[in-house]
């Protein structure tokens, strides 16, 4: 009887705490349920979330992908024109260098003609110098041949009144020549006697006159003759020399820029074959060619210098001469 109760009684225990426990447990399931339902609609909006997303990252990733076209377009642009700039480039180039060979031929052309126009110009400078001392010597000829024998037997010559004794190639020629064109001047047999400045002046003053025209006068006045040797203001013993022979005669002495005398000595010497050096390298060795040559003309009065006469290009522009020893 006893366990029929206490089974009773643990029945209604049971049934007690199962109501309470089994509300418990609707109410924990409808919690839960809705918990589901939160979470699903979470889910839910996650899933809209995610799809939205997507979409963006599609759209995100056409829109890459046409700027990638684009940039590989621009770069494909960019590198189509840097060739075509090349290939420009190369062609101006091309242009550049044909037309550095233009310029080139064209200065060598300028040089030429530049080389042409000095050497015509000295051609017409000799040509000059040619005419002037023909027609001196030609002077000198016709009065030769107007002077009556008898005259030149009793009178050989008179010595000159007026030595141009330089500088070479400063206009000895010209001046010469227009001295001659006066009516009281007498032009000698050439210009050029070199007397006193070569182993001429062995040959005595008798061989010096007889270059010179006798004494003579016209309308009054003394007709008055004289040479030019434009070495003698160089060499350093025409001036004893001349002092001895013709004391009282009248010098001239034409002067120009050392540089100018010394560059058309050099074109004169180059013409005659007396000059195989060019012309820096001639005004270099100068000083070696002529060294102690001076010395040995005052030693001895037989030697004669080549060197002395033809290489002293910058030392006659600034010579000064002494009457020696």
Known sequence: ??????????????????????ARAKQQDRQNQLQLQQTRRQLHSAEQQNRRLRRRLERRNQQLQQTRRRLGQKVQDQRERLRNKNRQLKRRDLRIAELRERVTELKNVRKQASQQRKTL????????????????????????????Q?????????LPDFLIIGAQKAGTTFLYYLLCQHP??????????????????????????????????????KVITGEASPYYIYHPLAARRAAQVVPHARLIVLLRNPVDRAYS?????LREGNEFLGFEEAIEAEEERIKGEKEKM???????????????????????????R
């Open 150 to 158: 008898t005259e030149e037997r009793s009178n050989p010559g008179s």
């Open 184 to 221: 009281y001047v007498a032009p000698t047999s050439e210009k050029e006697l070199h007397f006193f400045d070569s182993q001429k002046f062995n040959k005595g003053e008798g061989w010096y006159r007889s270059n010179f025209p006798p004494p003579t006068s016209e309308n009054g006045h």
């Open 265 to 269: 000595d050099y074109q004169n010497r």
């Open 121 to 148: 110009h000295l051609k017409s400078q000799e040509i000059e110098q040619l005419r002037m001392e023909l027609s001196v010597s030609g002077a000198a000829a016709a009065d030769r041949d107007e002077r009556p």
């Open 298 to 324: 005052l030693a001895d009065e037989g030697y004669s210098s080549a060197s002395h006469r033809r290489h002293s290009y910058l030392a006659r522009g600034v010579c000064t001469t002494t009457p020696g």
């Open 1 to 22: 009887m006893r366990s029929v109760l206490d089974r009773m009684l643990a029945l209604l225990q049971f049934l007690r705490y199962g109501r309470r426990d089994l």
